[in-house]
């Protein structure tokens, strides 16, 4: 693993959406796993700026691989919700390159992957507490791949309050 340590928040962001770039450039199908959140805000401010309207970029299929419903509400969650207003809607991704994961298809999600080739990179967030993406601490184990875990408790203040 290369470790990169930048200036501060901005440079982050463009190092960050030009590594992501370098990818997303490949001329094969290229999967990307990619979170919401607020690290990943400024990346995705300037990866649209350089993506949006460039169909030599139709290649790339995002994945978002946690979700939390909103409460009381039926529809997209909380992650892909977050996903749409941060990049695929400012950047214009084609709905088809969206690969929603959701309560109806985490059990075959794996399997589709595997399918689909693989992902080629996965972009993680790390909160404040530990976590990363949807794993809350101590909730998960890691040889886990994609599970359903009940919010129960405390944890149901903390999270998906649409």
């Known amino acids: 693993m290369k470790l990169i340590i930048t200036e501060d928040y901005q440079e982050m962001s463009r190092v960050a959406a030009h590594h992501l770039l370098g990818y997303m ?16 805000k400024g990346m995705y401010e300037y990866l649209t700026t350089l993506v949006k309207g460039k169909p030599w970029y139709d290649n790339c299929y995002f994945y978002n691989f946690d ?22 809607t400012p950047a214009g991704i084609k709905e088809e390159n969206i690969q929603k994961l959701t309560i109806d298809n985490y059990r075959e999600h794996d399997q ?7 992902l080629d990179l996965v972009v993680l967030g790390l909160g404040a507490d530990g976590h990363f993406c949807g794993n809350l601490p101590n909730t998960t184990h890691f040889h886990e791949q994609t599970v359903e875990f009940p919010i129960q408790g405390e944890m149901v203040d903390i999270v998906a309050h649409g």
Not at 25 to 40: D, Q, Y
Not at 67 to 88: C, Y
Not at 112 to 118: F, I, Q, S, T, V
């Open 67 to 88: 979700e939390i419903p909103f409460r009381g509400k039926e529809g997209e969650g909380v992650t892909i919700t977050n996903l749409r207003n941060l990049f695929f």
């Open 112 to 118: 589709k992957l595997a399918r689909e080739g693989g």
């Open 25 to 40: 450039s490949k001329t094969r199908r290229v999967n990307l796993a990619i979170t919401a959140g607020s690290t990943p």
